[in-house]
């Protein structure tokens, strides 16, 4: 499968503070990207399950 979009990197372990007062942390950003990139990927797996449907059908 070819995307367009990569899936996001974690931070390494000394991105991290560990402090816990950083707002947002590093890993708050890293899990809403990582969210939207499973979003997407579900979205581009569902268009090619019915692009597929389509060709068998022909």
Do not use: F, T
């Not at 950083?22 to 797996?45: F, M, S, T």
């Amino acid at each position: 499968m070819s995307n367009s979009h990569e899936k996001p990197i974690a931070p390494a372990d000394d991105d991290c503070c560990g402090g816990g007062a950083c707002n947002p942390c590093v890993w708050d950003h890293y899990y809403a990207e990582l969210q939207k990139w499973r979003i997407k990927e579900a979205k581009i797996k569902e268009q090619q399950a019915e692009a597929q449907v389509v060709e068998n059908s022909k």
